[in-house]
């Protein structure tokens, strides 16, 4: 029973790191603080995240008919939108996606390059990089912070 109950603990892993906004940046820490192995919950939010990213990339033709019609021409740019559109035109792709996951959330950050033209292949590339990078990062300041905290005590 203690197997399937840590078992679902990393399929749920799984699914928060799939959830736009949640994503690595969130669900590692706080999984890590829970108490799971963070090699495993590193692994899981990971492979969350990207498989999303993945989904958003392939059906982006027919996401993006979808949103045409369901706003009927009238676009309102929120924050987040603004932000990454300033990223890109500083930075280009290459800062979108490593700046991204972060700063606006991974899957917004595709969206925004592949309609400024970024090439699918390429933008693949750029965010599966970007979320290794973030993933490593996240985790490593995530178990060092708590092994900092406990160590204070």
Excluded: C
């Excluded at 969350?48 to 033709?61: E, K």
């Excluded at 021409?73 to 990223?87: L, M, P, V």
């Excluded at 592949?114 to 390429?122: P, T, W």
């Amino acid at each position: 029973m203690n197997v399937m109950m840590e078992i679902w603990q990393y399929i749920l892993v799984f699914l928060m790191g799939s959830v736009p906004w949640i994503e690595i940046a969130a669900v590692i820490p706080i999984s890590i603080v829970a108490g799971l192995n963070p090699f495993f919950v590193a692994l899981m939010a990971f492979l969350g995240n990207l498989s999303t990213v993945y989904l958003l990339v392939i059906f982006f033709d027919k996401f993006q008919q979808w949103r045409s019609r369901r706003k009927n021409g009238q676009e309102q740019k929120s924050k987040r939108q603004t932000r990454a559109i300033n990223i890109w035109n500083k930075y280009g792709l290459p800062g979108l996606s490593l700046l991204g996951p972060l700063l606006i959330g991974s899957h917004i950050a595709v969206f925004i390059g592949l309609v400024f033209g970024a090439k699918k292949h390429v933008t693949l590339l750029w965010m599966t990089v970007s979320l290794v990078i973030w993933t490593v990062i996240i985790t490593l300041l995530s178990v060092f912070g708590i092994d900092l905290i406990q160590s204070i005590r």
